[in-house]
């Protein structure tokens, strides 16, 4: 049956997403999907979300993306001040790139795996995601105990699934019922898939293959 794979935040680094690609071998057969935040900061975000577009690689909305929604919505009242360190490449988005962007679920559900750009709580329901809890999805990473603060994924109960999420660069972060696949590419780190194979109906999270490959350069502080 066809692999999973699914690949950390891009952030424009489009060659080493490439190399990334041929280290996997991804080929037809597999299903690939991405965490979020293609764009911004890296040296080709307009070719990164463009070769996600023309190879079928799907993507959840990162809150990169999301900035160019809000962007979109401004300049339908012709009031994007505080937009403008976006602007430039806004303007040279296609009506294509912006169908793929509007596109771009919160999350993605295969089988037992969630897909999620930043992590969620235990009290929000992927199915019947409540407006107000929609940048959860897309900005999460600590959640406050009173005087003290966890990340979400050592909270996590793992009712919405298996998680594999972005966001929080560093190394692969493994916790029960999710994975980390930030490592930080556009920072000069790492770019990284998480790669899954199916055990009957189900996908096998206990076994999860990851591959990386190291950044050209630092790109972005």
């Not at 489009?14 to 991405?34: H, I, Q, Y």
């Not at 079928?56 to 937009?83: F, M, P, R, W």
């Not at 996590?156 to 660069?169: C, I, M």
Request: charged share 25%; with cysteine; aromatic share 10%.
């Amino acid at each position: 049956m066809s692999r999973i794979i699914i690949y950390g935040d891009i952030h424009g680094c489009l060659d080493e997403w490439l190399t990334l690609r041929a280290k996997v071998k991804a080929d037809a057969n597999d299903r690939e999907f991405c965490v979020g935040d293609l764009l911004n900061k890296g040296p080709k975000p307009l070719e990164t979300l463009r070769y996600a577009q023309e190879n079928g690689v799907k993507s959840v909305l990162g809150n990169h993306e999301e900035k160019y929604l809000e962007i979109a919505a401004a300049a339908k009242i012709g009031d994007t001040i505080g937009l403008e360190r976006h602007l430039a490449t806004f303007k040279k988005f296609s009506p294509a790139d912006l169908d793929f962007l509007f596109a771009m679920p919160r999350s993605i559900k295969v089988a037992n795996l969630a897909i999620v750009h930043a992590g969620l709580t235990n009290s929000v329901d992927l199915a019947n995601l409540a407006s107000e809890q929609s940048q959860i999805l897309t900005r999460l990473r600590y959640i406050s105990l009173g005087d003290d603060y966890r990340f979400w994924a050592e909270l996590y109960n793992g009712n919405q699934g298996f998680v594999v999420y972005g966001h929080t660069p560093g190394d692969v972060r493994r916790d029960k019922h999710a994975i980390g696949i930030d490592t930080g590419c556009v920072y000069g780190y790492s770019l990284t898939a998480a790669i899954f194979n199916w055990h009957g109906k189900i996908l096998d999270v206990l076994n999860v293959e990851t591959k990386s490959v190291r950044a050209a350069k630092e790109y972005s502080k």
